[in-house]
């Protein structure tokens, strides 16, 4: 029993041993080539664009804040109770205007006492001097009458300065904002009033790093943007760079000047400002979706046609299977959604813009462009 095992064990070994051979590789033999048949594994569906040379022009971005030519909070200069107000909110108003008086009776009563007391030593002054001209009095009470004058006066003076400083005037041209007092409110010198702001012309301040500094000169041109009014671009002009950079970030302030009539942009509001510098010159151009970036090196996936793949010329619509390579490139610039690509593409070749996590190396793909990432330079917000 044991002699008939042993002559029937390598036998049994070798029937099963041809039989995984030949399912292995008699059966591989006779099955289609890859996406020849039904047994062929099924290509990964991708979107993809051909890779464009397109003019470049170098944008600066930066945020900063819109600032007023001349802003100010408006206050009175000594204590009082507010006698009247003579401005609404939101109200545009000139150099000068009257904006608030602080009851000011008792002043004015002493002003005029003082005013009777400076008239009445002129008069004694003109009728002392024709006293002197007949050489009725002395040269020393002329002098001690003109004294006085000078002193009444002088206390005039004084307590005109005191009226008008219960008088608030607007320093500039500006409008108002909202109203901060009432009328009998007894207000403490330095409260605040209301708010004054010129806003046409209006400025943007705004921080770049200093090595860009080389890049900017007063009068170039810069778009800017603020959230309050998404798609609508306001052009600015710089006006100044400010004569040292912050020795904490290395940045410096700069301040561009724009144009605003309508009151649209506000002091305070964040604004995205950006800058087109140089020359504009070609670049090859990717959707920045297109790219993988990687601590080794970025790539991206570009698909080499089939014999019987066709690409429809000027467009993205591609037919037939595609297959997959894996390529290094060097990325440059980024505007919008775009990429420039400075190394390791040409144009015309087709790059994947979505669906990469499934593909690798040497795969089939077949292309859908139903759904593509978005390729804009500039993109607007959309309101959905």
């Known amino acids: ?40 594994a099924a290509p990964e569906t991708v979107a993809a664009t051909v890779a464009q040379t397109q003019p470049w022009q170098t944008t600066l971005r930066a945020t900063g804040e819109v600032r007023a030519v001349q802003g100010a909070d408006m ?11 003579s401005f ?21 009563a002493h002003l005029a006492q003082l005013q009777a007391a400076a008239d009445l030593a002129n008069a004694n002054l003109a009728r002392d001097r024709r006293q002197f001209d007949a050489q009725a009095i002395s040269r020393a009470t002329l002098d001690a009458d003109e004294s006085t004058l000078r002193s009444d006066q002088a206390q005039v003076a004084a307590f005109k300065a005191v009226t008008v400083e219960k008088i608030v005037r607007a320093p500039f041209a500006g409008r108002i904002g909202v109203r901060l007092v009432d009328v009998g409110q007894y207000l403490t010198a330095g409260t605040p009033i ?14 770049i790093q200093q090595q860009a500094l080389s890049q900017l000169q007063p009068g170039l041109l ?48 964040f604004a995205v400002v950006e800058i087109r510098t140089g020359t504009p010159r070609p670049l090859l151009t990717l959707p920045q979706a297109a790219i993988s970036y990687n601590p080794y090196g970025d790539f991206v996936y570009v698909l080499q046609p089939d014999p019987h793949a066709t690409v429809a010329a000027g467009s993205d619509r591609f037919a037939g299977r595609f297959t ?31 669906g990469q996590v499934k593909l690798r190396d040497g795969i089939q793909a077949v292309v859908n462009n139903v759904v593509q990432p978005g390729s804009e330079p500039a993109p607007q917000p959309v309101d959905e």
């Open 324 to 354: 997959v390579r894996t390529r290094v490139v060097q990325a440059g610039a980024t505007r919008g959604d775009q990429v420039a690509i400075l190394r390791g593409l040409q144009a015309g070749e087709i790059v994947v813009t979505a």
């Open 75 to 85: 206050s009175a200069e000594v204590s009082g109770i507010v006698d009247s107000i």
């Open 88 to 108: 609404t909110s939101g109200q545009d108003v000139g150099a000068g205007t009257v904006l608030l008086r602080l009851r000011a009776n008792d002043d004015e």
């Open 222 to 269: 810069a778009d800017v943007h603020v959230d309050a009014w998404p798609g609508r671009v306001f052009q600015a002009h710089i006006n100044s760079i400010n004569s040292r950079v912050d020795s904490a970030s290395r940045m410096v302030m700069v301040r561009a000047q724009l144009d605003n009539h309508d009151h649209a942009l506000l002091p305070g509001m």
């Open 194 to 207: 209301v708010t004054l702001q010129a806003l046409d012309p209006i400025y943007v301040d705004f921080n």
């Open 1 to 40: 029993m044991l002699r008939k095992l042993l002559y029937t064990l390598p036998l049994v070994l070798l029937l099963a041993g041809g039989g995984l051979y030949w399912q292995r590789h008699g059966l591989a033999s006779g099955r289609p080539e890859a996406g020849a048949g039904a047994g062929a």
